[in-house]
């Protein structure tokens, strides 16, 4: 009797883009999947094939083959292909949570519309896996999850079917694909092959399955077109091998038959990062910053501007731009790939993915600006006041604090007032006077041109009180009186504000905290090193020494009534390629310019680098010391949480004699911050788009990478990485753009303060650094600030209350994460997230909304709440809110 059962699954992983474009893609895909379907409709006996796991090919296929969806429709249905329930494959360490659960979200509505939805959290390829999967995967309904990177061989402890356990407690049973997902690609019965290579590949399974019976066999490939002949083959094995039984399986299948009893107690927590079986990448994080970034910027339009902007429109009557978002959301699924976000790419490709994040930004900026237009009209109708200023608050409790925004006047001088007459602080961050041009008007005499008067534009930075929660205020523009104070030049060498002082001395930046008394000498540097790697990896250069770039000169200092501002110059020479570099030599000018900004009543100092690259082949760092030592463990955000991840690697010292797939250095993603504590300080970057970071444990530094130059897409032996080089191996090609020879900019905050770590103050500070505000001024001076704004539009409602708040949460250590319309109705979605370990109870107040549920993330309804409820520590709760408008 046969005593092992061989689960081969068909499949196919499908890169969206990489070293090809997305049109190479689909047309590739079309052939394929057009050929697929006669081979399953032929061949009953040929049972399933998996297609990835994703749900954009559906839509993609059916685009060009409409006519072919009721044959797609029905494999589906009988289960013999599998689609979902990811829209494209994500990288789960380089896109915000809330991208990740959207992704899944309209991978799952999709799939399940074509009949079923892959019932396994499926992540074969991914560079690393978010610790929160595990509980989004459950949130979906999904029990199942199988993939191959970042899991060391110790955590399987003999099977490779574990329990895979998030941060708030939820898991799945997981598989950990031993050899990737295409050990089975070119199976045959031929002897030779069988004895050669199948059999010892059955044995390791045998192996590494100590308590199992049944072992996975994936039998696929990048864009690989269906083995005819597996079902044959699979016939002819169970001949050939008296041992074994080989199956036509799926994934699905085999998770149930592995699992019946449930008989793998194994447990693993958390993110895996692992590169000991399967390549990570961990300095990916880094490359091709300007697309991090501008996707960082997307994201956050998106999620924490437009959508809860929006719903705040639909709570007052106007339509909710639900196609368009739609349309968006799988634009950005497709930027979003493991490939894509990374930037392992051609340059072609990359050219393509930054120009869709362009177009969504533009898409959303416009959005934006009609929704703040019709609701700043509808105003202004209701209050009969024409020169109004609306601030919009997109978080859920009242807000106090800072706000910039645009207003233009006749005149330089004015004030904001509020409407019982008092004066809103101002400060003038910047003005200029434009001309108004010439206006043409039709007379009976033919046309004429027409002078028209000059007006001012000024950014300004408003000290706003008490502004409603996830709602609005209105504030009245008053010109030709005082109330806006400019900023003007000090010759002092040092800012502060009540929490923070930086002052400079003789070149070097000392950081000041001002409650303790604790200061920060060499405050910050700039590292620059070689880069010898490739699109995939930083790799050092044998024999290079970093060249620091320590010494600063002073610019300016500006001080106003809310803002103090330093802005420092350092100059180094670097070597302007690889070959300069080994040489010993340096002729490229590297010059950083860094603006510091410390605000009234904020715990963090505001820091922004400009530069251009001229050099090729190498990175650069920022340094910023801490005022913690000898910490063992640094911290970063994860989806709903922190992470504490250890300074050194116990791996490090012996990765190569026990053959490593890549080394594990200590080079680490985080979503929005970073830092390191003990228990006297906690000291954190928060970042805009910045994805990687070190610590430097000699120096007490932490190490934000600012970006990698490199030019070629994949390399043989690097220092860092042996062996053959990754993604396309067989031809050398060339990335020129990916050298980032431009100018750019970095944006980030520091957080330093004499306390314990406390989770829910570093995501406190993340929501106000990055900013959840619009700002809208109706006024007829400029029709160009924004780009739809001298258009004429219809305004679907005619009036709207001087404020208004659609709800707010009680509590200030809970957050909103998502605020959107629900994919299937009209009802709104919320998601409150607890980033304490403790439970937090939680009170929604509205005068808005008649019915409250509780969802999983497939927003399907799980209960009823009335009064308050309860989020776990680290876990969250997702809310269905109806009432007027919202259902």
Same mark, same amino acid.
């Given at each position: 009797?046969?005593?092992?059962?061989?689960?081969?699954?068909?499949?196919?992983?499908?890169?969206?883009?990489?070293?090809?474009?997305?049109?190479?893609?689909?047309?590739?895909?079309? %052939?394929?999947?057009?050929?697929?379907?006669?081979?399953?409709?032929?061949?009953?006996?040929?049972?399933?094939?998996?297609?990835?796991?994703?749900?954009?090919?559906?839509? %993609?296929?059916?685009?060009?083959?409409?006519?072919?969806?009721? !044959?797609?429709?029905?494999?589906?249905?009988?289960?013999?292909?599998?689609?979902?329930?990811?829209?494209?494959?994500?990288?789960?360490?380089?896109?915000?949570?809330?991208?990740?659960?959207?992704?899944?979200?309209?991978?799952?509505?999709?799939?399940?519309?074509?009949?079923?939805?892959?019932?396994?959290?499926?992540?074969?390829?991914?560079?690393?896996?978010?610790?929160?999967?595990?509980?989004?995967?459950?949130?979906?309904?999904?029990?199942?999850?199988?993939?191959?990177?970042?899991?060391?061989? $110790?955590?399987?402890?003999?099977?490779?079917?574990?329990?895979?356990?998030?941060?708030?407690?939820?898991?799945?049973? #997981?598989?950990?694909?031993?050899?990737?997902?295409?050990?089975?690609?070119?199976?045959?019965?031929?002897?030779?092959?069988?004895?050669?290579?199948?059999?010892?590949?059955?044995?390791?399974?045998?192996?590494?399955?100590?308590?199992?019976?049944?072992?996975?066999?994936?039998?696929?490939?990048?864009?690989?077109?269906?083995?005819?002949?597996?079902?044959?083959?699979?016939?002819?094995?169970?001949?050939?091998?008296?041992?074994?039984?080989?199956?036509?399986?799926?994934?699905?299948?085999?998770?149930?038959?592995?699992?019946?009893?449930?008989?793998?107690?194994?447990?693993?927590?958390?993110?895996?990062?692992?590169?000991?079986?399967?390549?990570?990448?961990?300095?990916?994080?880094?490359? !091709?910053?300007?697309?991090?970034?501008?996707?960082?910027?997307?994201?956050?339009?998106?999620?924490?501007?437009?959508?809860?902007? #929006?719903?705040?429109?639909?709570?007052?009557?106007?339509?909710?731009?639900?196609?368009?978002?739609?349309?968006?959301?799988?634009?950005?699924?497709?930027?979003?790939?493991?490939?894509?976000?990374?930037?392992?790419?051609?340059?072609?490709?990359?050219?393509?993915?930054?120009?869709?994040?362009?177009?969504?930004?533009?898409?959303?900026?416009?959005?934006?600006?009609?929704?703040?237009?019709?609701?700043?009209?509808?105003?202004?109708?209701?209050?009969?006041?024409?020169?109004?200023?609306?601030?919009?608050?997109?978080?859920?409790?009242?807000?106090?604090?800072?706000?910039?925004?645009?207003?233009?006047?006749?005149?330089?001088?004015?004030?904001?007032?509020?409407?019982?007459?008092?004066?809103?602080?101002?400060?003038?961050?910047?003005?200029?006077?434009?001309?108004?041009?010439?206006?043409?008007?039709?007379?009976?005499?033919?046309?004429?041109?027409?002078?028209?008067?000059?007006?001012?534009?000024?950014?300004?930075?408003?000290?706003?009180?008490?502004?409603?929660?996830?709602?609005?205020?209105?504030?009245?523009?008053?010109?030709?009186?005082?109330?806006?104070?400019?900023?003007?030049?000090?010759? %002092?060498?040092?800012?502060?504000?009540?929490?923070?002082?930086?002052?400079?001395?003789?070149?070097?930046?000392?950081?000041?905290?001002?409650?303790?008394?604790?200061?920060?000498?060499?405050?910050?540097?700039?590292?620059?090193?070689?880069?010898?790697?490739?699109?995939?990896?930083?790799?050092?250069?044998?024999?290079?020494?970093?060249?620091?770039?320590?010494? #600063?000169?002073?610019?300016?200092?500006?001080?106003?009534?809310?803002?103090?501002?330093?802005?420092?110059?350092?100059?180094?020479?670097?070597?302007?390629?690889?070959?300069?570099?080994?040489?010993? $030599?340096?002729?490229?000018?590297? $010059?950083?310019?860094?603006?510091?900004?410390?605000?009234?009543?904020?715990?963090?100092?505001?820091?922004?680098?400009?530069?251009?690259?001229?050099?090729?082949?190498?990175?650069?760092?920022?340094?910023?010391?801490?005022?913690?030592?000898?910490?063992?463990?640094?911290?970063?955000?994860?989806?709903?949480?922190?992470?504490?991840?250890?300074?050194?690697?116990?791996?490090?010292?012996?990765?190569?004699?026990? /053959?490593?797939?890549?080394?594990?250095?200590?080079?680490?993603?985080? $979503?929005?911050?970073?830092?390191?504590?003990?228990?006297?300080?906690?000291?954190?970057?928060?970042?805009?788009?910045?994805?990687?970071?070190?610590?430097?444990?000699?120096?007490?530094?932490?190490?934000?990478?600012?970006?990698?130059?490199?030019?070629?897409?994949?390399?043989?032996?690097?220092?860092?990485?042996?062996?053959?080089?990754?993604?396309?191996?067989?031809?050398?090609?060339?990335?020129?753009?990916?050298?980032?020879?431009?100018?750019?900019?970095?944006?980030?905050?520091?957080?330093?303060?004499?306390?314990?770590?406390?989770?829910?103050?570093?995501?406190?500070?993340?929501?106000?650094? !990055?900013?959840?505000?619009?700002?809208?001024?109706?006024?007829?001076?400029?029709?160009?600030?924004?780009?739809?704004?001298?258009?004429?539009?219809?305004?679907?409602?005619?009036?709207?209350?001087?404020?208004?708040?659609?709800?707010?949460?009680?509590?200030?250590?809970?957050?909103?994460?998502?605020?959107?319309?629900?994919?299937?109705?009209?009802?709104?979605?919320? /998601?409150?997230?607890?980033?304490?370990?403790?439970?937090?109870?939680?009170?929604?107040?509205?005068?808005?909304?008649?019915?409250?549920?509780?969802?999983?993330? #497939?927003?399907?309804?799980?209960?009823?709440?009335?009064?308050?409820?309860?989020?776990?520590?680290?876990?969250?709760?997702?809310?269905?809110?109806?009432?007027?408008?919202?259902?």
């Amino acid at each position: 009797m046969k005593n092992k059962r061989v689960h081969v699954v068909p499949h196919s992983h499908w890169d969206r883009e990489w070293y090809f474009s997305i049109e190479d893609s689909n047309i590739l895909l079309v %052939e394929n999947i057009d050929h697929l379907l006669n081979v399953l409709e032929r061949d009953e006996t040929y049972s399933a094939y998996v297609f990835d796991g994703q749900s954009s090919i559906v839509e %993609e296929y059916l685009n060009i083959r409409p006519e072919n969806r009721e !044959r797609m429709k029905k494999l589906i249905e009988q289960r013999r292909l599998f689609i979902g329930p990811w829209y494209t494959q994500t990288d789960s360490l380089l896109v915000h949570k809330e991208s990740m659960i959207r992704n899944l979200l309209y991978g799952t509505k999709i799939a399940q519309s074509m009949g079923h939805s892959m019932e396994i959290g499926y992540l074969p390829d991914i560079f690393g896996q978010n610790g929160y999967l595990p509980s989004i995967f459950r949130g979906f309904g999904l029990e199942f999850s199988i993939l191959q990177r970042g899991v060391y061989t $110790e955590q399987l402890n003999g099977d490779v079917n574990f329990v895979w356990k998030s941060p708030d407690g939820q898991s799945v049973k #997981a598989n950990h694909l031993y050899f990737g997902y295409g050990p089975g690609k070119f199976l045959s019965s031929d002897q030779e092959y069988v004895e050669n290579r199948l059999i010892p590949i059955i044995e390791k399974l045998e192996e590494v399955n100590e308590h199992c019976d049944h072992l996975l066999l994936p039998a696929g490939g990048d864009q690989v077109l269906v083995r005819e002949h597996f079902p044959e083959t699979v016939a002819q094995l169970n001949r050939i091998d008296p041992k074994r039984e080989y199956v036509l399986s799926d994934y699905e299948t085999f998770m149930k038959e592995a699992w019946a009893g449930e008989p793998f107690p194994n447990v693993i927590e958390g993110e895996l990062l692992a590169s000991q079986r399967s390549r990570i990448h961990h300095t990916i994080r880094s490359q !091709r910053y300007d697309i991090k970034q501008k996707n960082a910027i997307i994201e956050h339009k998106l999620l924490h501007v437009l959508e809860p902007l #929006a719903v705040i429109g639909q709570a007052l009557g106007l339509p909710y731009p639900k196609r368009w978002l739609d349309q968006m959301w799988k634009q950005l699924f497709d930027v979003h790939a493991h490939d894509s976000i990374g930037g392992c790419n051609s340059d072609e490709t990359n050219r393509d993915i930054v120009h869709r994040l362009e177009k969504l930004e533009r898409m959303a900026d416009g959005l934006v600006n009609l929704l703040k237009k019709r609701i700043t009209y509808a105003i202004s109708r209701q209050t009969g006041n024409e020169n109004i200023y609306v601030t919009f608050n997109l978080l859920p409790r009242p807000f106090s604090g800072l706000i910039d925004g645009v207003i233009f006047t006749k005149d330089p001088h004015f004030q904001l007032v509020t409407n019982d007459g008092k004066g809103v602080p101002a400060e003038i961050v910047e003005q200029h006077y434009l001309p108004g041009g010439k206006q043409i008007v039709v007379t009976a005499e033919g046309e004429k041109e027409i002078d028209v008067q000059g007006y001012y534009r000024t950014v300004v930075r408003l000290q706003v009180d008490h502004v409603p929660a996830l709602g609005y205020c209105t504030y009245q523009v008053i010109e030709g009186t005082g109330g806006c104070e400019k900023r003007i030049l000090d010759q %002092e060498t040092r800012i502060e504000n009540e929490y923070l002082a930086l002052s400079y001395e003789q070149g070097t930046l000392r950081l000041h905290h001002q409650p303790s008394g604790e200061t920060v000498t060499n405050f910050i540097r700039f590292e620059n090193t070689g880069d010898a790697g490739d699109s995939y990896d930083y790799s050092p250069l044998e024999g290079d020494k970093p060249i620091y770039m320590e010494k #600063a000169e002073l610019l300016s200092v500006e001080k106003g009534p809310l803002t103090e501002k330093m802005v420092v110059r350092h100059i180094g020479v670097i070597p302007s390629c690889l070959s300069e570099r080994e040489k010993g $030599e340096c002729s490229s000018k590297l $010059e950083i310019i860094t603006s510091f900004e410390l605000r009234k009543g904020e715990e963090i100092i505001r820091v922004c680098h400009q530069l251009e690259n001229q050099a090729e082949d190498h990175r650069l760092r920022v340094l910023l010391t801490a005022p913690v030592a000898g910490a063992k463990t640094s911290f970063a955000d994860q989806a709903f949480s922190l992470v504490e991840r250890p300074v050194e690697s116990k791996y490090l010292t012996n990765w190569r004699e026990k /053959r490593f797939a890549e080394a594990p250095v200590p080079i680490y993603p985080l $979503e929005n911050a970073a830092g390191l504590y003990d228990d006297r300080f906690v000291f954190a970057a928060l970042t805009k788009g910045m994805k990687e970071y070190e610590v430097l444990t000699e120096t007490n530094e932490l190490a934000l990478t600012l970006f990698r130059s490199v030019g070629v897409l994949g390399k043989d032996d690097l220092l860092w990485r042996p062996g053959r080089a990754s993604g396309i191996n067989n031809k050398v090609v060339y990335t020129p753009d990916a050298q980032m020879k431009k100018k750019m900019d970095f944006e980030y905050a520091i957080y330093m303060a004499n306390e314990t770590l406390n989770p829910a103050k570093i995501f406190a500070h993340i929501d106000r650094y !990055r900013g959840h505000f619009a700002s809208y001024q109706r006024q007829q001076l400029n029709t160009f600030e924004e780009r739809l704004e001298r258009f004429e539009i219809p305004y679907p409602i005619e009036q709207a209350p001087e404020s208004f708040s659609l709800l707010e949460v009680d509590r200030e250590d809970v957050f909103m994460s998502v605020c959107k319309q629900a994919h299937d109705d009209s009802s709104i979605i919320v /998601r409150f997230f607890n980033p304490t370990s403790e439970r937090k109870t939680v009170m929604v107040k509205s005068n808005h909304i008649k019915e409250i549920e509780e969802t999983n993330l #497939a927003e399907e309804t799980i209960r009823t709440i009335e009064g308050p409820f309860v989020v776990d520590g680290k876990g969250y709760m997702t809310l269905k809110l109806k009432g007027t408008n919202m259902s």
